[in-house]
T-cell receptor, first 119, second 109 residues
């Protein structure tokens, strides 16, 4: 149990276009989902926390208008990278938890990641 | 600030040797501590989760200990195999997960 999927697994887009990444919890209801970014040979950096039906909470330094997050249902969250630029190229990983209180203390289940390359 | 540190950054051992990976955290008020494995270009695979009230967890060849008072967790992998080569990340669970930078392990056949 506790499977999280991401789609697509990799995407190449041209500079200036927008890209949407989906994160789905397949066998549980995710009250809270998280979006992380990982640069090569570095650890995961939390970008934002989203709760179903609420606006996402962004970490300091993360541009809200550039990285749009929608958590429309208990099984789906989307991250849209708007007007993508080469510096947005990265590995994006989502996680999900069924815990409340923003997920604090609850186990997070991670998706397989999405490799974004902006040319 | 909730900082998580992993030392060493990289480790190379011959097959069959036991692995010891270290994780330290500055804030002992963690809910739990998780160990993950990450293969190149892949997502995270959860290995072990230790609740703050526990001192260790075991799964097969893996054993993880937690000492909140000293702010340390250790992941032991017994009788390492080439397939254990990967990056191992620890993460302390506070309001959010705080990740260490990882230890990249190479097990030589």
């Amino acid at each position: 149990g506790a499977v999280v999927s991401q789609h697509p697994s990799w995407v190449i887009c041209k500079s200036g276009t927008s890209v949407k990444i989906e994160c789905r919890s397949l066998d549980f209801q995710a009250t809270t989902m998280f979006w992380y970014r990982q640069f090569p040979k570095q650890s995961l950096m939390l970008m934002a926390t989203s709760n179903e039906g609420s606006k996402a909470t962004y970490e300091q330094g993360v541009e809200k208008d550039k990285f749009l997050i929608n958590h429309a249902s208990l099984t789906l969250s989307t991250l849209t990278v708007t007007s993508a630029h080469p510096e947005d190229s990265s590995f994006y990983i989502c996680s999900a938890t069924s815990g409340t209180s923003g997920g604090a203390g609850y186990e997070q289940y991670f998706g397989p990641g999405t490799r974004l390359t902006v040319t | 600030k909730q900082e998580v540190t992993q030392i060493p950054a990289a480790l190379s051992v011959p097959e069959g040797e036991n692995l010891v990976l270290n994780c330290s955290f500055t804030d002992s008020a963690i809910y739990n501590l998780q160990w993950f494995r990450q293969d190149p270009g892949k997502g995270l695979t959860s290995l072990l989760l230790i609740q703050s009230s526990q001192r260790e967890q075991t799964s097969g060849r893996l054993n993880a200990s937690l000492d909140k008072s000293s702010g340390r967790s250790t992941l032991y992998i017994a009788a390492s195999q080439p397939g254990d080569s990967a990056t191992y990340l620890c993460a302390g669970s506070y309001y959010k997960l705080s990740f260490g930078a990882g230890t990249t392990v190479t097990v030589r056949a």
